[in-house]
């Protein structure tokens, strides 16, 4: 027999460390070559390792939450001496390669080296069967109300969001883990395997949940925006009656060839149009060196709920963009961040961002603005009120905008300015199309 260290892989853009954000195994844990191993985050790039041998785990890097340098061992298995061979074999094959490849060639261009589209796939089971080298031993009890179940984030996920206990799925994979076949047959047949339904009147306990992960992430980055942006936020009332009505026209006549419009490409275009005329709020500001730096491209992030938490990909130079190409970028953004195939690039460099709860959205909101930037635009919930016209009252369909701004660069009266701007341009949306 023989030992293989797997080490925490480069996965490009000059990262120098990588936070743990989950084992998917756990030692003594009989694997297969291509199993993963356990998950990584690094900025806001959620990565599965996997493993480049079969064999038995011997030893594990830390825990989780813990930041582990690239590079640096990860995993220990024990394997044949016929897989350790050949391991080695393919590692040296993968090195001598690499300096063939143009050193200028851009990091975003290369093909990822880990899988990470089944991570963020919690709707489909994985296209790659769980394996283990020994018969599986599904668990037919409950686990006691400390263990933790063996999940992949995915699968974790996609129970949260069933509000499944995944305590009491029978997992099918090695040491009991659970896939989302499992999932699939507990969903199917809830009173199957012993379990019973386990809805009604399931026991929890206390729990202490370690913040790691995009959930740290985006906890520093909020707690960078609170503390050092002092925040002034408007919340103006919109009649997006007209708008309404010509969005409908547009999806009734184009929506089949040019893909369905929601009022997000409408307000992208808006706020194009409004820094057009004030530069300074299309900007970031960097409050250690005292510079604002205004951008003449408008980089538009939008804020998306993904199954890993709030991330904010960004709509480059929105204001070359047609009607319905801003509306296919936005989609194109949101499924790539939801699925956790946004590349780096796309999810950093916004100048200025949109917030929106949607039909969930309250009456008004209170943005915190995406440091550095020194704007965002937030939309609430759209609805049908009575509106006096100066002889009676008559049906409009009413949205607020809370737009914040950083009171530290960003006075009241230009605030204000611009909230005006954009309610005008909402309001009658002709104006949106007319280049003046």
């Known amino acids: 027999m023989a030992k293989v260290t797997i080490k925490l892989p480069d996965v490009g853009e000059g990262i120098a460390e990588a936070e743990l954000t989950e084992w998917a195994v756990k030692v003594g844990d009989e694997i297969q070559e291509d199993d993963v191993l356990g998950t990584v ?198 009649d997006v009656t007209d708008l309404e009505a010509l969005r409908e026209k547009l999806n009734a006549q184009h929506a089949k060839e040019r893909g369905k419009l929601t009022i997000l490409p409408f307000l992208v275009r808006a706020i194009c149009k409004a820094v057009a005329e004030q530069p300074g709020l299309n900007a970031t500001f960097d409050d250690e060196a005292g510079v604002i730096h205004q951008s003449g491209a408008v980089h538009v992030g939008i804020a998306t709920q993904t199954p890993n938490g709030l991330t904010v990909p960004v709509v480059r130079n929105a204001e070359t963009m047609s009607l319905w190409d801003t509306a296919g970028e936005i989609v194109r953004l949101a499924e790539a961040a939801r699925s956790g195939k946004a590349k780096r690039e796309e999810l950093s460099g916004s100048t200025i961002s949109i917030t929106s709860l949607g039909p969930l959205g309250a009456i008004a909101t209170t943005p915190i603005i995406n440091h550095p930037e020194v704007a965002i635009v937030g939309v609430n919930k759209m609805a049908m009120r009575p509106v006096w016209d100066g002889q009676d009252f008559v049906p409009r369909k009413i949205m607020n905008l809370s737009s914040s701004f950083d009171h530290r660069v960003i006075d009241g009266w230009d605030a204000a300015v611009f909230v005006r701007k954009l309610k005008d341009l909402i309001e009658t949306p002709a104006l949106l199309f007319i280049d003046a």
């Open 41 to 238: 985050m690094t900025d806001k790039a959620a990565v599965e390792v996997p493993s480049s041998v079969s064999g038995k785990v011997v030893w594990l890097a830390g825990e989780p939450g813990d930041t582990l340098a690239i590079g640096s061992k990860f995993v220990e298995i024990e394997t044949s001496d016929e897989e350790a061979a050949a391991a080695e074999e393919r590692m040296a094959e993968k090195e001598s390669e690499e300096p063939a490849e143009s050193p200028e060639k851009p990091a975003e261009s290369e093909e990822p080296k880990l899988d990470k589209a089944e991570k963020h796939a919690p709707a489909a089971a994985s296209s790659k069967p769980e394996t283990s080298s020994v018969p599986a031993k599904p668990r037919t009890t409950p686990l006691a109300s400390g263990d933790r179940p063996l999940a992949s984030p995915a699968v974790r996920q996609r129970a949260r969001d069933a509000g499944i206990d995944l305590r009491l799925v029978a997992g099918s994979g090695p040491a009991g883990r659970i896939s989302h076949a499992d999932l699939d047959a507990w969903i199917a047949q809830p009173q199957t395997a012993g379990f019973g339904s386990g809805r009604p009147n399931v026991q929890r306990s206390d729990e202490d949940v370690k913040v790691i992960g995009m959930r740290k992430r985006i906890a520093e980055k909020m707690s960078i925006s609170a503390s050092r942006i002092p925040h002034i936020t408007i919340v103006e009332e919109i």
